[in-house]
């Protein structure tokens, strides 16, 4: 086979990908990536080994975090950027003593992929427990990175993420060990929530109620995508009097949530649905679109691929990526100038949607949302947070929540709210039925919400409360979400439109007999099963 990656849900036939990602990542790209993360498996394996003090190497931390987030789905597709970012890699690994030999050629690293990609682990239930770590690491790498933009890291973070890809090279440690390494990996993505939570509300302010225009108005435009606030903080100052709006796109949306970005008069409202509706939006939009992360779509046509610009971790052939000087300024310039000589957007659709129900929003409504829950107005709440995707398999979520029972409130984070979030499902006392905490990192809240309930509530048991899960997933973090969860003691989330091709026969049997994990059947079963029985 050309290739081999089964990390997100899309992995054709949910066995894998052996050509081409059916992301658009050909197999260039993708064995560039297996050897990436094997580079960062041996420099791991060299710090734990030789004790190196961690925060004596920040470049290191940083270049580690980076990397990782840069092969989570749908971020890079740059092969020339990745092939630079494993010699780099090589480069801080030789100044750690990791004994590793550089590459005399893209040629000779394509040819080392052979050796070091996911299927080099012959066991099956050992390799699908090392991935499953790898993808909870790539996960936890993404919120760590956002928090590092804006200041913000924690020690415990990175020094698990030595500890779990040296770990992944280990042939000594058995099932039960990996076992215990992913739920540590849990554990540490709670960590990493925590942290990232904590740097984009000190920020920024804690995320208000707000409704959010999704029509247009006449101006020249940017279209920003992605996940970074502070890339969108960036571009809000430099675009400050040019007369160029700015729009928001799919998990970049909850930026309309925080308070510090209401005083900007030009960030006027949110563009489309999901990350991957982007192919014909885009095409509406008119305007340059920034990607700051992860989602993008391989563009069709060539007019748009030359209004697309990168930054972060995201990379695409072709496209301008916007670095950061020594401070972290990036020059967003070029985007406006070329925003000012294209036409403004087309209108695809009119209204506004509703969200900022983070933590803290939610427990100023405590007493409201008790005395609802006290009263039977509210009989459940069901969390749908994670991943939107392509299958029309996830038609479900949008049926399962169309049919819910009026006294049933939906928690949602991540673009998986597309599949509902511009439904009419009305408010039970004047609660909304959907509450969008925001992005999926903002699973947090929910989870956090979960907590803080179960206290009120004087339960001894998270899963005591009347509340649900029925996520839906696509790429690697929402892979941490879940480990998360499963360390907080959540049980019995349903996970679909399909579980993991990368989980095992037998290390799904003990996700399902140790945490009730289960797909999904029909809306009409589920909502039977989790809801009204």
């Not at 928090?147 to 890291?153: F, P, R, S, V, Y």
């Not at 305007?287 to 971790?313: M, Y």
Request: proline residues 3%; contains cysteine; charged residues 20%.
């Amino acid at each position: 086979m050309s290739m081999f990656c089964y990390q997100c849900q899309e992995a054709a036939k949910n066995i894998g990908c052996t050509v081409k990602g059916i992301c658009g990542k050909d197999e260039e790209v993708a064995k560039l990536q297996d050897v990436l993360i094997h580079t960062l498996k041996e420099i791991s394996v060299a710090v734990v080994k030789n004790k190196v003090d961690i925060g004596e190497i920040p470049e290191t931390n940083h270049q580690m975090i980076r990397s990782l987030f840069s092969t989570i789905t749908n971020a890079n597709f740059d092969d020339w950027a990745i092939e630079q970012q494993i010699k780099k890699m090589i480069a801080i690994g030789n100044g750690l003593d990791s004994g590793i030999t550089p590459y005399d050629s893209k040629a000779s690293m394509l040819e080392k992929a052979e050796s070091v990609g996911v299927l080099a682990t012959a066991n099956e239930d050992i390799r699908s427990l090392r991935e499953l770590i790898i993808y909870g690491l790539k996960g936890m790498a993404a919120y760590t990175e956002h928090a590092l933009n804006i200041g913000k890291e924690n020690m415990e973070i990175y020094e698990f993420v030595y500890e779990a890809l040296a770990a992944t090279l280990d042939d000594s440690l058995s099932v039960d060990d990996l076992v215990k390494m992913t739920l540590r990996t849990g554990e540490n993505g709670v960590k990493a929530m925590a942290l990232l939570d904590e740097a984009n509300t000190s920020k920024y302010g804690h995320p208000e109620i707000t409704k959010v225009n999704i029509g247009v108005r006449g101006n020249p435009a940017i279209l920003i995508s992605g996940h970074d606030l502070t890339d969108l903080e960036q571009l809000l100052d430099q675009t400050k009097g040019t007369g160029v709006d700015v729009y928001t796109h799919s998990e970049m949306l909850p930026g309309h949530y925080y308070p510090a970005f209401k005083k900007y008069d030009h960030f006027v409202g949110n563009y489309g649905g999901s990350w991957w509706r982007q192919v014909g939006e885009f095409e509406s939009f008119n305007g340059p679109i920034l990607f700051t992360t992860n989602c993008i779509v391989p563009p069709k046509s060539e007019e748009v691929h030359k209004r697309i610009f990168t930054t972060g971790s995201s990379g695409y052939p072709g496209c301008l990526h916007i670095m950061p000087d020594s401070e972290g300024k990036k020059d967003f310039s070029a985007i406006i100038e070329m925003a000012k000589t294209l036409p403004s957007p087309e209108e695809i659709e009119t209204g506004s949607i509703v969200g900022g129900f983070a933590h803290n929003q939610v427990m100023a409504l405590a007493d409201q949302v008790v005395g609802a829950v006290k009263s039977g107005a509210i009989k459940k709440f069901i969390v749908m947070a994670g991943c939107d995707g392509r299958m029309k398999s996830r038609e479900y979520y949008t049926e399962f929540a169309e049919k819910l029972p009026k006294d049933t409130v939906i928690l949602t984070a991540g673009c998986a709210k597309y599949r509902y979030n511009k439904l009419d499902l009305g408010d039970i006392g004047g609660i909304p039925r959907v509450l969008d905490a925001g992005q999926c990192n903002d699973s947090y809240s929910l989870a956090v919400i979960a907590l803080k309930l179960k206290e009120v509530f004087e339960l001894d048991d998270v899963n005591e409360l009347p509340i649900v899960y029925n996520i839906a997933w696509y790429e690697q973090k929402a892979v941490i979400v879940l480990l998360a969860l499963l360390y907080l003691g959540v049980k019995n989330i349903h996970l679909g439109p399909t579980l993991p091709a990368f989980l095992s026969s037998n290390v799904a049997n003990v996700l399902v007999n140790t945490f009730g994990i289960a797909g999904i059947g029909t809306a009409e079963d589920d909502i039977a099963s989790l809801i009204t029985n």
